[in-house]
């Protein structure tokens, strides 16, 4: 049997609870085969902010401003705990933001640095919720040309 060896390692991170999961399973991995991390977060700018009726795009809208902080301040959190259970475990893990469409950042970011595999959870969404919030994972597995490994997050 052909031994896999996967050096480059991207765990695309939500910093929801679940993620814990999607790192550890991405951790071992690197463990394994002696692999570096790449804890990646992106900061969405698909959102739309209505002002007097039109809308634009928050990244030119100056109430968003505060909103766009914080999630850029949750990203980096999210990236730093994963680089802390690399850690603990004697794993590089480089943590990386960005910023724009999740699917469209991982997928460039993805292909751009030429990773091995790329480990992500799934909420599962189904039905109505899956039609209007799309799915990065189901995007990632369509277009990546590396594994995609989907962890399925049981968090409730």
Not at 27 to 55: C, K, M, Q, W
Not at 68 to 85: C, M, P
Not at 89 to 112: C, D, F, Q, T
Request: hydrophobic fraction near 40%; glycine fraction near 8%; charge should be neutral.
């Amino acid at each position: 049997m052909e031994t896999v060896n996967f050096k480059k390692i991207m765990i695309a991170t939500d910093g929801s609870a679940c993620s814990r999961l999607v790192a550890d399973k991405g951790i071992e991995l690197a463990r394994l085969s002696g692999g570096t991390v790449y804890a990646v977060y992106v900061v969405s700018t698909d959102y739309f902010a209505p002002i007097n009726g039109n809308s634009f795009p928050m990244s030119v809208d100056p109430y968003w401003k505060p909103i766009r902080e914080a999630w850029e301040k949750q990203g980096q959190q999210a990236v730093n705990t994963i680089k802390s259970l690399g850690e603990m475990k004697g794993i590089n893990v480089e943590p990386v933001l960005l910023e724009g469409n999740p699917s469209e950042e991982l997928i460039r970011y993805a292909e751009e640095v030429k990773m091995d595999i790329v480990i992500m959870g799934t909420h599962g969404k189904t039905g109505l919720n899956k039609l209007l919030l799309g799915s990065v994972a189901e995007k990632l597995v369509r277009h990546l040309k590396v594994p995609v490994m989907v962890v399925r997050e049981k968090c409730d």
